[in-house]
């Protein structure tokens, strides 16, 4: 018997149909891959069983049991945990006062059993095999320990079934692993984990069997050591998706961009220059310093040394109005939902907030004006959305970060900060933002992204600067981009080499 049965299951929203009598099964013990593209209806699906929307029709068992109208707490009655793609932590709260938030251990005088709690986090994070203060503040932890954090609220729970929604989007090599070999301790300790993503090379890695949707739709499903990548990627997207190189030789002209020797939080003595219409990577291992230096270049925070000089002129005091309205800087953050979207505001709204920041002194918005333009954007990232004045939050992930795109296109920037740009959003639509990031480039835009999937960088970058603690460990040219030698600065397994 499954431990998971879905037959039949259909949703709607506003009349669209996006799960269309779905099936779905997986077995006890296994690593279940849940694949598609973005709007594909996967993550419906999945908060369907997890009790955040109520299913049209069909039917859901777990363990051999129905549930009907399942709500968020009857769902992790029956064993259920879903770790969302947007990680559901308090910042302000303290790891274990995220762990026991609402299941509270008391003393008979009703008062928080503070020890006992702790110790109880401790006892967690043990048998994860990872080393994360109860004490510490929620907002100052990597993104790798608020994962590990969730999974550890899922065994807490008790949970049988996990549900793992793009786990590693902002995971470097070495914490995937991590993460990989948790989840190997864990199944066989007869857990089952239905995992969710884009990456392929980890789907073959870590998953036994897979099932894969496509407009809402069952398409296949079948044993992981029976098809390979390119048939996967071919179900979802429904047509053969090529794997060739993207990248291609562009003239470049002056210097537009120079760092000397800026330091701030997180990075210390950066250099390095940025001609127009260049593409430079930047990597290293997460919090290795290339997204705080982003968001210091974007004046999210200050400079504490150094100058950045941007078109022949230095920029001093630098804040966010001043980068994108004097230094014509823009920016898409990493972590959209902390730092990017704007749940409560429609798509249109989120879509043109920042040009109009810039633009503040008209007295009106000309809501046809912008709807066409937003028109404009959804067919060069090919959005799917039922309205622009839908709320973003009805979007999926992927499609809520080519909204944050959008947004930035419309700015009419000159040179683009994009950290982790490709989170959450599958292999074909991967392949069309790499291809917008090089027709970018060639109208003269200047380009930085920063990632943690070298396979990135290869496929852009005219130059990759890889960071190690904090500092520019080296600067590789086109011709000496690899994933061996970028990781082996990455981690400072050899010298630095700077020109």
């Known amino acids: 018997m499954p431990v998971l049965s879905m037959k039949n299951v259909s949703k709607s929203f506003f009349g669209v149909t996006v799960l269309d009598k779905v099936n779905f099964e997986v077995e006890k013990a296994e690593v279940h891959a849940l694949l598609g593209e973005n709007g594909a209806g996967k993550s419906t699906l999945m908060n369907i069983l997890g009790g955040v929307y109520a299913k049209d029709s069909g039917t859901v068992e777990v363990n051999g049991v129905t549930l009907e109208n399942t709500s968020v707490n009857e769902s992790e009655k029956a064993g259920v945990a879903f770790v969302h793609q947007e990680l559901n932590l308090f910042n302000d709260l303290l790891v274990f006062e995220n762990l026991f938030l609402g299941k509270e251990i008391l003393y008979k005088t009703r008062t928080l059993n503070k020890r006992a709690m702790i110790a109880r986090t401790n006892a967690l994070f043990e048998e994860l095999g990872v080393n994360i203060n109860p004490r510490a503040q929620v907002a100052d932890l990597e993104t790798s320990q608020k994962q590990l954090l969730e999974i550890a609220k899922a065994l807490d729970a008790k949970a049988g079934l996990i549900i793992l929604d793009e786990p590693t989007t902002s995971l470097n090599t070495s914490e995937v692993q991590h993460l990989f070999s948790i989840v190997r301790g864990l199944q066989k300790k007869g857990i089952t984990f239905i995992f969710i993503s884009h990456k392929m090379p980890e789907v073959f890695t870590i998953a036994d069997r897979y099932t894969v949707l496509r407009n809402g739709c069952f398409i296949k499903t079948g044993k992981i050591s029976d098809t390979t990548p390119r048939e996967l990627t071919t179900l979802m997207v429904g047509r053969e998706v090529s794997d060739k190189e993207i990248y291609s030789a562009r003239e470049q002209g002056e ?65 966010i109005h001043k980068a994108m309205k004097v230094a014509k800087i823009g920016m898409i953050p990493t972590n959209r939902k902390e730092n990017s979207v704007l749940p409560d505001m429609q798509l249109l709204e989120n879509e043109y907030i920042s040009e109009h920041t810039l633009s503040s002194w008209r007295l009106h918005i000309f809501k046809k004006r912008e709807i066409a333009k937003y028109n404009h954007y959804k067919k060069i990232l090919n959005i799917k959305d039922n309205s622009c004045h839908d709320i973003v939050t009805s979007l999926s992930g992927g499609n809520q970060q080519k909204i944050i795109l959008a947004r930035l296109l419309n700015t009419n920037a000159d040179i683009f900060l994009l950290d982790n740009p490709t989170q959450g959003i599958d292999v074909g639509a991967k392949g069309e933002i790499y291809k917008l990031i090089l027709r970018l480039s060639e109208q003269g835009k200047t380009i930085l992204v920063n990632t943690l999937e070298i396979p990135e960088i290869e496929k852009v970058a005219d130059q990759c600067v890889v960071f190690y603690h904090g500092r520019v460990h080296t600067i590789l040219n086109r011709n000496k981009i690899d994933e061996t030698t970028v990781m082996l600065h990455a981690t400072g397994a050899v010298p630095p080499a700077i020109a």
Do not use: H, W, Y
């Open 255 to 319: 210097v537009v961009l120079e760092l000397q020797n800026c330091s701030g939080t997180g990075f210390r003595d950066i250099s390095f220059k940025v001609r127009r219409g260049e593409i430079i990577g930047l990597t290293g291992l997460a919090g290795s310093g290339a997204s705080d230096l982003m968001q210091a270049m974007f004046g999210v925070a200050p400079f504490s040394g150094g100058s950045m000089t941007v078109f022949g002129k230095k920029l001093v005091r630098l804040d």
